[in-house]
């Protein structure tokens, strides 16, 4: 497609319930990341994929987060044991490749999945 | 941890005055990039800053960076009411983004 996209945009599940988030990159982007947003802050660095791997997963906050990319392209952020903290907007961006390559390393971003855990 | 702070959080602008949002940032990078988000939606990129110096304009906006006193700032002139969003500077660490806490930035007819 042309812009990142992700489903579901709203989801609302019980604490302890299981959630996945899926993101569609843009096309050819190699780069993926995923990125959690509070309301009133910025966003808060999950965990970045450059093709198949998980080249720095330093931002998942715990074990209950795993995200996989098994094909280099589509990316799935998956949630166990949902608690109310988890509450956030949950944002994917794509990117050409590596920032030190030839590209400028620009974020684009989907328009996020809202998860709301009652 | 990388800290990336920005000021003012809050600013409220009459139509037509100039002002500067400011972000500033605790480690060494010379990639920094701005982002506009209005309420509900995602974060549109607005500018790319790759270098010391660099200095990028588009309509009433205008970004510089310098990296020596890791420091970013983003000129609004004649401000207008389309403006009106959250402007948050990103700035990129070993393939890390890290944004500031950003700028909510009102601007009154």
């Known amino acids: 497609g042309a812009g990142v996209s992700q489903t579901p945009s709203n989801k609302v599940t019980e604490k302890g319930k299981y959630v996945e988030l899926r993101c569609d990159p843009i096309?050819?982007?190699?780069?993926l990341y995923w990125y959690r947003q509070s309301l009133g802050q910025g966003p808060e660095f999950l965990i970045y994929?450059?093709?198949?791997?998980?080249?720095?997963d330093s931002g998942l906050p715990n074990d209950r987060f795993f995200a996989v990319r098994p094909e280099g392209s589509v990316s799935t952020l998956k949630i166990q044991r949902t608690e109310r903290g988890d509450s956030a907007v949950y944002l994917c961006?794509?990117?050409?490749?590596?920032?030190?390559?030839?590209?400028?390393?620009?974020?684009?971003f989907g328009e996020g999945s809202r998860l709301t855990v009652l | 941890e990388l800290k990336v702070e920005q000021n003012p959080l809050f600013l409220s602008m009459q139509e037509g005055k100039n002002y500067t949002i400011y972000c500033n940032y605790s480690?060494?990078?010379?990639?920094l990039y701005w982002y506009r988000q209005d309420p509900g939606k995602s974060l549109e990129s607005l500018f790319v800053?790759?270098?010391?110096?660099a200095v990028k304009q588009e309509g009433r906006l205008m970004a510089s960076l310098d990296t020596k006193a890791r420091l970013s700032t983003l000129h609004i002139t004649a401000a207008v009411h389309d403006l009106s969003a959250t402007y948050f500077c990103?700035?990129?660490?070993?393939?890390?983004?890290?944004f500031g806490t950003g700028t909510s930035l009102t601007v009154i007819p």
């Open positions: 990103a700035v990129d660490s070993r393939n890390q983004f890290y």
């Open positions: 800053l790759l270098s010391n110096g």
């Open positions: 480690t060494t990078s010379d990639r």
């Open positions: 961006a794509s990117s050409p490749g590596l920032a030190g390559g030839p590209n400028t390393g620009e974020l684009f």
């Open positions: 994929f450059q093709g198949t791997g998980a080249a720095d």
């Open positions: 096309s050819g982007h190699t780069a």
